[in-house]
């Protein structure tokens, strides 16, 4: 199976019946991206800067994001790098920024809030600055973590327009086709996806944090790791809203939670139509293999019965069960 696999390496992610679908990897650091292409990934579809931060004795600087960014993009070699801004927060804590304690962290003061908020703009500012200037060594695409509003993605979007254009009459060149977008993973997000579509370049769906808020259950607590239902009917209804509504306006939706990865909601995915996969390095070559198996109008079918007929994740797997093997 591994040999079956290593053959895949450079081979395109077509269906039995011939479709495409982008196999992308999620990364922490620049180092991982020699991973990303012994892996055969076509694309960086996470980019989690918070490491930057974590691993860091004070704030990132703009150069040393800078080295950052460049690296992962020259590194790709011209293939498409969606990074997101830093998603600070939750369980992620910075020792030398002064978080306040809160009750319920996953909900609190976190990420693209902190960014957009007094204390965050420097911050967030210098970031895109570094991304902006990185922007011509590669495809890079940006990503805004922990959107809830529309208003948040206008008043992100504003700053990455102002950034640009401090920079351009500053005299540095910057690229001019970056996409910008913004991750799913809160419910309000999901279920306005039709109007987000309309004005983000791309989403991508992150399930770790959408599964978690959908269910009410923290996705740190054992105790209620039951709840945590990547297939569940109504987790799959949202997640046909967002590429619905994605694809309605002519955009493209992906997918960077765990989920991406998992042998068993791949046909679903494939059946929804979504068209990128970011998953970790080592997940690419069995999900290209997986793929090669599938053809997508019976994986339609197999989504719309998920979708339509299911009523809990036993039904739904056992349904994955019948249409794959
Ligand atoms: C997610 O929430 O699905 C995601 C990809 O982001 P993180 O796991 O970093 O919260
Ligand atoms: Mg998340």
Known sequence: QKAEWALLKDAETRTADGKHFELAANIGTPKDVV?????????????????????????????????????????????????????IGGDKELPYFDLPKEMNPFLGYRALRISLSAGGDAMFRTQMRALLRASVHGQLRIMFPMVALLTEFRAAKQIFDEEKANLISEGVVVADDIQVGIMIEIPAAAMLADQFAKEVDFFSIGTNDLIQYTMAAD?????????????????????????????????????????????????????????????????ILQTRSLMKRLDTVKMQELANKALTECGTLEEVAALVEAYTK
Not at 219 to 246: C, D, F, G, H, T
């Open 35 to 87: 991973g990303v292409n012994e892996n055969g990934g076509e694309a960086i579809g996470l980019y989690r800067t918070e490491f930057l931060y974590m691993d860091s004795q004070d704030f990132p600087t703009e150069d040393e994001q800078f080295d950052a960014y460049k690296a992962v993009l020259e590194g790709m070699n011209g293939k498409p790098v969606v990074v997101r801004t830093m998603d």
């Open 219 to 283: 996705r740190m607590n054992e105790q209620v790791a039951y709840l945590y239902q990547p297939y569940n009917p109504s987790i799959l209804r949202l997640i046909n809203n967002v590429i619905k509504a994605a694809h309605a306006e002519g955009k493209w939706a992906g997918m960077c939670g765990e989920m991406a990865g998992d042998q068993t909601a791949v046909p679903l995915l494939v059946g929804m139509g979504l068209d990128e996969f970011s998953m970790s390095a080592t997940s």
